[in-house]
């Protein structure tokens, strides 16, 4: 058929321009939503007289007809197919006639494939968000299952304070709360139609943009024509989302990769989760969570090409703006292959609790000796002072802080009587109270029952 603009040149595009022009090997993931927002804008067209209303129900049965060879992969792509919206048009064209030359009547492919976009990015990051809450629902589980597990967490990957296992598995379980919000939000901010925008300057028919905006379900139509054009914001904006969500999810790995090693043995995999080494008989390697944290690296790519390609682009559409696809479809691509993974991943670890009873550092004694002598009455700078001493004679002498006798704790400070003895000698556990958002019994069942109210009402939106 050759390409629609074929008669305003003197002869053929060179074939290699063409393979680099063209976008449709990437692109044909727009599909489905061309045939939706083309079946609108022949409503548009039908409303404001450009179309009869044959020519309006011929058009629509015929993109429905496109739309179905489209879902069902029978589409058969063309040499000469430029993009995904040409090939549309001209499989339109084969399966009707007529009518179907009238379609792109005061529309551009600009407006069009902004708009093909948004939707795009409406359902897949809807999709995203679907996995991310059943892994958000997963760590609620394993928090609510480990909340009175006494746990060393790190500060500087150095144990710090004793904390319940729960509330560290919650903290990533609200972080993930964040970006499924965050995303949520970048697709809302942008909630306005391209569609009516033209080239640059406005359709040059008189749709109601209203009415467009309100069939493809946007808040309302792109205030200014130019910008809903050359615009691609609102792919940023998800790049980053997804970006921010990746680097959380290589965050929780990067947990379970030191925890599943020999050194921390605070977790096994098991083994329908973990690999195997081609050489090394005995390895069991936490792949999953090393893709998991290894991925976030092409996210972040990603962003930052598009924020590359768009700095510096004169006002207006500019081919360059095509070059948001492949990385936006291969962060949404990339997220929806690492949550069902994770999702397993998560189903299939089990926590050492044993080990991680037998990791925990005498010297994590300090919180109860400095808080025993604060109630006796001491400033805590002093009180303070005075464990310090202690972790180091613990230290210099080679004895746990347990094992130091009254005569030394009373070296060290008049204060302490026998029964600091007992004190240190208590296992430890999760304390049922304190304060809100810290990490004792009450505060974590709080955030189990908020996280899990929350999981419910975005599970029925
Ligand atoms: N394939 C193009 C893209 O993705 C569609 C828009 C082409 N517009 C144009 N004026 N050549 O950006």
């Given amino acids: 058929m050759g390409k629609v603009w074929q008669q305003r040149f003197a002869g053929p595009l060179d074939e290699r321009i063409h393979e680099l022009n063209r976008s449709i090997g990437f692109d044909y993931r727009l599909g489905p939503d061309d045939v939706r927002v083309s079946q609108v804008w022949a409503r548009a067209l039908e409303r404001c007289g450009v179309l009869s209303s044959d020519e309006l129900t011929a058009l629509v049965a015929g993109l429905e007809s496109v739309g179905t060879e489209l879902t069902e992969g029978s589409f058969q792509v063309q040499p000469d197919d430029e993009d995904i919206h040409m090939a549309v048009e001209r499989r339109l064209t084969e399966l009707i006639g007529d009518p179907a030359r009238k379609l792109h009547h005061g529309r551009s492919r600009n407006d069009l494939v902004a708009t093909d976009l948004k939707l795009y990015v409406r359902e897949n990051t809807a999709a995203v968000n679907g996995q991310l809450s059943q892994v958000i629902q997963s760590l609620v589980t394993l928090a609510e299952q480990h909340q009175d597990t006494p746990f060393p967490g790190h500060t500087h990957l150095q144990q710090a304070q004793v904390i319940s296992l729960g509330h560290l598995l919650l903290a990533r379980a609200w972080s993930l709360r964040g970006d499924y919000l965050h995303l949520r939000e970048a697709v809302g901010r942008h909630n306005s139609c391209p569609l009516g925008s033209g080239a640059l300057g406005g359709a040059t028919v008189p749709v ?254």
């Fill in 208 to 461: 109601d943009r209203a009415w467009l905006a309100k069939q493809l379900g946007f808040a309302g139509p792109a205030p200014n024509s130019v910008e809903a054009v050359t615009s691609r914001d609102f792919v940023l904006d998800i790049l980053y989302a997804l970006t921010r969500l990746g680097a959380h999810l290589s965050q929780l790995a990067e947990d379970f990769i030191l925890w599943s090693s020999q050194e921390f043995g605070f977790v096994t995999l098991d083994d329908t989760i973990a690999t195997g080494s081609s050489l090394l008989a005995h390895k069991k390697n936490p792949d999953v969570f090393e893709l998991l944290r290894g991925k976030c690296g092409r996210l972040a790519g990603n962003l930052t090409g598009l924020l590359v390609t768009l700095k510096g682009l004169p006002g207006g559409y500019n081919k360059d703006l095509q070059e948001d696809k492949e990385p936006l479809f291969d962060s949404i691509e990339t997220m929806t292959s690492l949550l069902p993974g994770l999702q397993a991943a998560l189903e299939g670890v089990s926590f050492n609790t044993g080990v991680i009873a037998e990791k925990l550092h005498p010297a994590l004694l300090s919180e109860r000796i400095v808080a025993y002598l604060t109630d006796k009455g001491l400033p805590f700078r002093e009180a303070y002072g005075i464990c310090g001493q202690a972790v180091k004679l613990a230290e210099d002498t080679g004895l746990p802080l347990t094992n130091l006798s009254l005569t030394r704790w009373q070296e060290l400070s008049s204060a302490f009587e026998e029964d600091v003895i007992d004190l240190l000698a208590q296992p430890w556990s999760v304390p049922a109270s304190g304060v809100a958002g810290g990490s004792n019994r009450a505060a974590v069942k709080a955030q189990v029952k908020e996280l899990s109210e929350w999981l419910e009402s975005v599970a029925t939106v």
